[in-house]
């Protein structure tokens, strides 16, 4: 295989200079002032990256905000250039950076196609030939010939993906651009993608939509602060991207409960009042059983919020109930991040025999492989009477559960369901088919209702 673009020990250097004059009065006044003037600092947007992409491969650079992504695309594109390192690329490129960045406000949408079309090395031959189904595909027939300063953001970049697709490159950069417009254009602007894919293009694209990356892509690298931190396969990399950023928030959470809880323990009058005295909008209930603290842990026992799909997965709730408390009820929710309640079992209803509670204990809720996709999930935990209709203490979605992918088949949406397969060929298709369908709509439609075991059909 050719290589399509290749990164050897590359790094790039902004100067951020605080007080650069913008003006040549700017800088007369700063040559008189007596104020220490502040130096220049140097931020390296990427540090020593190496790595080389084949033609024909679709690469995804992933990472947090500023963490060099679009640096990295704009070097490719060659709109920056290497501060260090050395940089090849094989191949006439098409960049898909800051759609209708590079349009004239006081022209049309048809004169920009035109002016885009040149800028892309497009002839203009071919942009004629081109130009209704660049318009087509963009949906802005009615107001093409309107000046684009009169366009939403949304009407730009879709403009200005069709024009920059509209050709087949040899490379295609695209940053950021596929959420553009209502869903049923965002579904054209990914078959079009996979169109250029199987056109041989290579793709280096940048997302922080993970799902896409790894429905579009043959591998991610992770960039870290200007560092490459992974290079594999896409759901690999996510996996350790996604664990290493809830890691990090989970001891920032870890870190500021234990500054609250100093807080309190040197304010012991500004403490949290008991769960008798709370009724908010995340904790109610009687108090004679209180939840008093709640642990997350995976297979091998370690206390953690991370989990990946597939795995062991145990909820400890650390209750006291100052006095005898027959038949309670402990349960858990799962939420997800919109709202939508998921699961919500409990002790009574699995038929798990708690005769009685008093003193301390705690109750583990136990899943031996955890059916959830990769995401962010809330956690209720809740402790009822024996009939599940009155709390004794209730904390809703007060906690977090983070999945991250795991062994387990890549599959969409929130929850995996164990499926198999089958292929058939038939040569007479079964007796109830489409025909027999129609045959029931049809005696419908003449008053008859066919009865099967003494209820309407």
Not at 289 to 297: K, N, P, S, T
Request: with cysteine.
């Amino acid at each position: 295989m050719t290589i399509a673009v290749e990164f050897h020990d590359v790094s790039k250097k902004f100067t951020l200079d605080y007080q650069r004059p913008r003006s040549w009065q700017g800088a007369l006044v700063n040559a008189f002032r007596r104020k220490p003037r502040v130096r220049p600092e140097s931020f390296w947007a990427l540090r020593d990256v190496s790595f080389r992409v084949e033609t024909g491969e679709s690469v995804a650079l992933i990472g947090t905000n500023g963490s060099g992504k679009s640096t990295a695309l704009k070097l490719i594109a060659r709109i920056l250039s290497p501060t260090t390192g050395a940089l090849t690329i094989n191949g006439r490129v098409a960049a898909l950076l800051e759609l209708g960045a590079g349009f004239h406000p006081d022209l049309t949408g048809r004169e920009n196609i035109a002016l885009n079309g040149s800028i892309l090395g497009l002839s203009r031959r071919f942009i004629h030939r081109r130009i209704d189904e660049i318009i087509a595909f963009s949906e802005l027939e009615r107001f093409i010939d309107v000046p684009v300063r009169n366009y939403s953001s949304g009407m730009l970049m879709r403009l200005g993906f069709a024009v920059a697709t509209a050709f087949q490159p040899e490379i295609l950069l695209v940053d950021e651009v596929l959420a553009v417009g209502d869903q049923a254009f965002q579904d054209r602007c990914l078959r079009r993608i996979r169109e250029i894919q199987a056109g041989g293009a290579t793709i280096v694209m940048v997302s922080h939509d993970l799902n896409t990356v790894q429905m579009l892509c043959d591998r991610a690298l992770w960039l870290d602060d200007g560092c490459l931190r992974a290079d594999g396969s896409p759901a690999e990399v996510v996996t350790r991207y996604l664990t290493a950023i809830w890691q990090e928030e989970q001891s920032r959470a870890e870190a500021t409960t234990r500054q609250e809880t100093a807080a309190q323990e040197a304010s012991p009058a500004e403490a949290t009042p008991d769960v008798q005295e709370t009724t908010n909008e995340a904790r109610w209930g009687s108090g004679e059983v209180r939840i008093e603290h709640v642990e997350m842990f995976d297979g091998e026992g370690r206390s953690t919020t991370v989990i990946a799909t597939g795995t062991p997965f145990v909820i400890r709730m650390w209750y006291h109930a100052a006095q005898r408390v027959e038949q309670p009820a402990f349960g858990i929710s799962f939420y997800d991040e919109q709202g939508h309640r998921i699961n919500g079992p409990n002790t009574v209803w699995s038929r798990f025999d708690l005769p009685a509670v008093q003193g301390r204990g705690y109750v583990d809720y136990i899943v031996d492989a955890l059916p959830l996709l990769n995401g962010r999930y809330d956690v209720t935990v809740a402790v009822y009477d024996r009939y599940v209709t009155h709390p004794y203490d209730h904390w809703h979605r007060m906690c977090t559960l983070s999945v991250v992918p795991g062994q387990w088949e890549r599959q969409d949406g929130m929850v995996y369901i164990p499926c198999r397969w089958r292929h058939g060929v038939e040569s007479q298709p079964p007796a109830r088919s489409v025909g027999a369908l129609q045959t029931r709509e049809a005696d419908r439609s003449e008053g008859h209702v066919r009865e099967s075991g003494g209820r309407n059909a």
